[in-house]
């Protein structure tokens, strides 16, 4: 089995309750995420929220990435240096953190539909992303060449939109977020819709975007079962308690613990199988 360790908490969500129209739609939600460290290794942190259609995972994204407010609870993210009170220093960066409210734009969120300003260059937008990033002032066109060359862009920067694939829209949103500098990618559904070789793509990207830092953490909510557990290390099951009105967070699957994390071949496996169909039988 693969050493790891868990760190300091990066997310931290605590008696979420959502209602519309005094209906309950999310019912006492609570998880946290932690860094995840491996030896050698510079480990990201890629998380799952699976549930049914109609679940109430739009939900659950749009209070998770701070644009919608919950009615009860709070979702705390990790903080840098600047906001006390602090913790003991991290066991990454040796400097002092907290915990602090999420806010609006705390997260890079990536819809389903991939939405981009459809007057404005490939270049034109990622340059407006990355002017939004303190570190990387003076070098954004440094950053933008480089994410452009990693993600196979390179010859679409002066195109619009609307002459970009399907996949090629996706990677564009991808690497938007990436140069505006969150430490959380909250992506909708990255799965819907790609034919297979594009998928391929699309999976093998994620997992580069999860190596790239050791903070960076991306929240998945999909309903691709199978996509989405081989890519993950942790799946947080979004379902219905006998008796309870609304959604809750009815299981918590540790893929690491299970050996299930960070290998190429995992869905060969019969205790893949078997956690797929642990999975379903939860929803």
Not at 54 to 77: A, E, N
Not at 96 to 114: L, S
Not at 207 to 216: A, I, W
Request: hydrophobic content about 40%; glycine content about 8%.
């Amino acid at each position: 089995m693969t050493i790891y360790s868990r760190g300091e908490t990066l997310l931290q969500v605590k008696d979420l309750s959502l209602y519309y129209d005094n209906k309950c739609i999310l019912c006492d939600i609570n998880f946290s995420i932690d860094d995840i460290i491996r030896p050698g290794i510079q480990q990201g942190q890629v998380v799952s929220v699976i549930g049914r259609s109609g679940i109430g995972k739009t939900q659950l994204f749009r209070t998770l990435s701070g644009l919608q407010k919950p009615d009860k609870g709070q979702i705390l993210v990790r903080a840098s240096y600047d906001t006390p009170p602090f913790k003991a220093p991290s066991i990454r960066t040796g400097l002092p953190w907290t915990m602090r409210p999420v806010h609006a734009g705390d997260m890079g969120v990536i819809f389903q539909n991939y939405y981009q300003f459809g007057w404005r260059t490939v270049e034109e937008s990622l340059r407006l992303a990355a002017h939004r990033n303190k570190a990387l002032k003076g070098s954004e066109n440094d950053a933008i060449k480089e994410y452009a060359a990693q993600f196979d862009l390179s010859d679409v920067l002066k195109r619009y939109p609307k002459q970009l694939s399907g996949g090629q829209q996706q990677r564009v949103s991808i690497i938007q977020q990436l140069l505006k500098g969150s430490d959380f990618l909250l992506l909708d559904e990255p799965f819907s819709g790609l034919d297979v070789c594009v998928l391929d793509k699309v999976v093998n990207l994620l997992l580069k975007v999860s190596l790239s830092h050791e903070f960076k953490t991306l929240i998945i909510v999909s309903h691709d079962i199978p996509t989405t557990v081989a890519i993950s290390d942790t799946v947080f099951i979004l379902g219905k308690k006998e008796g309870q009105e609304g959604s809750s967070i009815v299981r918590s699957i540790d893929l690491m613990e299970r050996g299930l994390a960070w290998q190429s071949n995992v869905q060969e496996q019969k205790a893949f199988a078997d956690t797929i169909k642990e999975i379903k039988d939860c929803l």
